[in-house]
């Protein structure tokens, strides 16, 4: 050691405390990784293995994936979820970053701390809580605004939550449950850009929008990526909303309107679990393709 060096190195004691090497770190991980192990690789593991297996557990190639494609729902359940998909990313990505942007203007510290609270109030309820309040609110009998519903030609639940009407209203309650959680995210990425590049902009006379545009969104890129990322996971996933909204109108949403709900009629209607882990593979590996070229073509991992 150098004279006059008497910075501590690993292992020794700083004021009496021995210095950790990394082992705490390494404690917080492994409950994470224990949990992933349990409820995310091993049975992800054990889908793939009944994907291309048969009922007598040989080796059955692609025939459940064949099987699955030739049923006469599963066009329709496709069709469903990319129309929900292209609904629910576009509404997220815009109304999220904007409600950040003008919650990130906001002046008064008092009102911004109200916003987020009552952004993110929406997701303390659960996914089925959350679409059981909103059956209440779009049946016209019984709703507090089903004078609105009825001023819109709408008379009963049941004109409501039509087929063409649903890509809407999942769309809907998505947003309302899990947008407040995003809006704290982006203000919280809005929050990490320097003062001074946004005092910079202002003095070059670029105006709110062009502050947003030019300076706030570059920066927010990442974040907008790993937004629908996940976003984009979680959406392929859609079977809460149109399976209690199924049982709720009696069968005018559909039991089979997305490819989830599909997959659990194969297993539980038809018992024919193969098949059924023939379709939630396809989700699997087709959210794994979407996040790939997310990253690689927005270079999300790169330093700066």
């Given amino acids: 050691m150098a004279a006059g060096d008497h910075r501590p190195r690993a292992g020794h004691r700083l004021r009496g405390r021995p ?17 992933l192990l349990a409820f995310g690789i091993v049975p992800t593991g054990y889908a793939v293995y009944f994907a291309f297996t048969d009922a007598g557990n040989r080796f059955a190639g692609l025939a459940n994936f064949a ?27 815009v109304l999220v970053v904007g409600l950040a942007l003008l919650l990130h203007r906001l002046r008064s510290r008092t009102a911004g701390t109200a916003l987020r609270f009552l952004y993110y ?14 059956l209440f609110m779009l049946d016209p009998a019984v709703s507090p605004v089903g004078f609105l519903l009825r001023a819109a030609g709408f008379d009963t639940f049941g004109q409501v939550v039509a087929p063409g009407h649903l890509p809407v209203l ?35 006379g670029a105006g709110a929008w062009q502050t947003a545009w030019r ?3 570059p920066l927010l890129r990442k ?7 996940l976003a984009f996971a979680g ?12 049982q709720a109108s009696v069968g005018v949403a559909g039991r089979d309107y997305s490819l989830n709900q599909l997959s659990y009629d194969f297993a539980f209607q038809y018992d024919n679990v193969n098949t059924a882990a023939a379709v939630s593979v396809e989700l699997l ?14 270079g999300f991992f790169d330093a700066g």
């Fill in 19 to 35: 210095v950790s090497t990394g082992r705490t770190g390494h404690l917080f991980v492994a409950a994470y990784v224990v949990l």
């Fill in 67 to 93: 099987e699955a494609a030739e049923d006469f729902r599963y066009l329709p359940a496709v069709g469903h979820v990319a129309l929900y998909l292209l609904c629910w990313l576009v509404s997220l990505v």
């Fill in 121 to 134: 109030l929406p997701g303390a309820l659960a996914g089925a809580a959350s679409v059981l309040v909103w």
């Fill in 170 to 204: 999942f769309t809907a309650i998505a947003f309302w449950t899990g947008a407040g959680g995003w809006i704290v995210v982006m203000y919280g990425a809005l929050n990490t850009i320097s003062p001074d590049l946004l005092e910079a902009a202002r003095i070059d």
């Fill in 215 to 217: 300076v706030q969104l």
């Fill in 223 to 229: 974040w907008i990526v790993y937004l629908v990322i």
């Fill in 235 to 246: 959406g392929t996933q859609l079977f809460v909303e149109p399976q209690l909204l199924s």
């Fill in 285 to 298: 590996v087709l959210s794994v393709v979407v996040a790939g070229v997310f990253v690689a073509r927005s």
